[in-house]
């Protein structure tokens, strides 16, 4: 299988070409959630952050700390109320990202790109105590994914398209 991706960079094309996915192993978790959710983060530790959406008010997010994980049973998700974010629609946020490094946070939405600076390894609190920070996006109505490059330093988007492949964009950061 190859998986070809194009987009601009410094108002440069690029392609990127993966030739080969290899799935070593897979594990199997269960967990008791009953919202609808469309973003999944890992933190630096290891656990895992789910953000409700499709939903016109309350947005959750639910934090399965990596430590819960157990294959005999069912985990059990820890939920917080997200603050208000301006132009939700309903399927909103579409994606969100963690960097690697654990330091920032991105949700990304259809018409904005929330980011947050993560204090003291502490998500749920940078969340729900600190305002986001809107950052420029180009995919307005039809985004798709967001993530951040390795460093933490760019982001990236993925948009529809059903025509010629979907558009990839960088967001360089200085």
Not at 159 to 172: K, M
Request: aromatic residues 12%; contains cysteine; proline residues 3%.
């Amino acid at each position: 299988m190859t998986l070809t991706i194009k987009g601009f960079q410094n108002n440069k094309m690029f392609s990127l070409e993966i030739k080969e996915i290899i799935f070593y192993d897979l594990t199997t978790y269960r967990f008791s959630w009953s919202h609808q959710f469309d973003t999944l983060m890992i933190d630096r530790h290891g656990n895992a952050y789910v953000v409700r959406s499709h939903i016109d008010q309350d947005r959750l997010i639910g934090r399965l700390s990596r430590d819960a994980w157990n294959n005999s049973h069912t985990v059990h998700i820890e939920t917080f109320q997200l603050p208000h974010l301006h132009h939700l629609h309903s399927s909103d946020p579409k994606s969100g990202d963690i960097s690697a490094d654990g330091t920032q946070l991105l949700l990304l939405t259809e018409e904005q790109v929330y980011y947050w600076k993560v204090h003291n390894d502490d998500v749920i609190g940078t969340l729900r105590h600190n305002s986001p920070t809107v950052l420029p996006t180009k995919t307005h109505g039809v985004v798709e994914g967001i993530c951040w490059d390795q460093a933490g330093v760019n982001y990236y988007e993925i948009a529809e398209s059903y025509h010629t492949g979907p558009p990839l964009f960088i967001f360089n950061r200085r």
